[in-house]
């Protein structure tokens, strides 16, 4: 099945700023792959079959990449909404604990609230059985080697980098279709001033921690903020 997402203003590359942004544009999804990128108007015509998603007024972006994920995932706690207490992390929560099933759990709680955040890739490494699997099957990209480092941070990665640090990779024609569609920080989200402007977490149209409303991995709609 082919899919259309639309967005006021999709931003195929935020580390890259010479490169073209679309103002009522598209990502075509292909199955797992992009098929298409660009002006709305010409891929709906090209595919008039298309399933259309229309976003509205958001920001469509490469995902993010999330660096604190052995913190996380290894360490830190994602308490379950029923236990009273919240859904931030509990830092150090499973420090020392032996309990794999609970350690699973918590992977997979904490897993759920990276991809409410936008998040498509997380930093390694994972050295319990339980976090692995709950990693491999969340469909997530995992970067080796970077996590353990990074120390201590938050689920959404926008909460302390800017969009052209925070994004993974780009949305590119062949590649995997992992991105995420945000809210707009301000009113004004096309041409080259909503480019630049979300380009860094401090411009006026960059995305918000938060303010992510959906995100698609391996062309799967695996969040939706209702």
Do not use: K
Not at 91 to 96: I, Q, S, V
Not at 165 to 174: I, L, P, Q
Request: aromatic share 4%; glycine share 16%.
């Amino acid at each position: 099945m082919l899919t259309l997402h639309r967005a006021a203003l999709v931003l195929p590359d935020p580390a890259d700023p010479t490169a073209p942004s679309h103002a009522d544009g598209a990502v075509l999804v292909r199955g797992e792959l992009v098929g298409a990128v660009g002006p709305y108007a010409g891929l709906a015509a090209a595919h008039p079959a298309a399933r259309v998603r229309d976003w509205g007024d958001a920001l469509l972006t490469p995902g993010l990449r999330n660096p604190y994920g052995h913190w996380l995932l290894e360490r830190a706690y994602h308490p379950d909404p029923r236990e009273g207490v919240g859904d931030e992390p509990v830092p150090e929560g499973l420090t020392g604990e032996r309990d794999e099933t609970r350690c699973g759990a918590s992977a997979r709680r904490g897993l759920q609230r990276m991809l409410g955040a936008g998040v498509t890739a997380v930093a390694g490494p994972f050295e319990r059985a339980s976090v692995r699997t709950a990693v491999a099957r969340s469909g997530l990209v995992v970067l080796p080697g970077a996590g353990e480092d990074a120390g201590a941070g938050p689920l959404d990665p926008l909460a302390v980098l800017p969009l052209a640090e925070a994004g993974y990779g780009r949305v590119a024609v062949g590649g995997r279709a992992d991105f995420a569609v945000f809210a707009p920080g301000a009113a004004d989200a096309g041409g080259a001033a909503g480019a630049s402007g979300a380009a860094g977490a401090g411009g006026p149209d960059g995305p918000r921690a938060g303010g992510c409303r959906a995100t698609v991995l391996a062309g799967r709609l695996v969040f939706r903020r209702r």
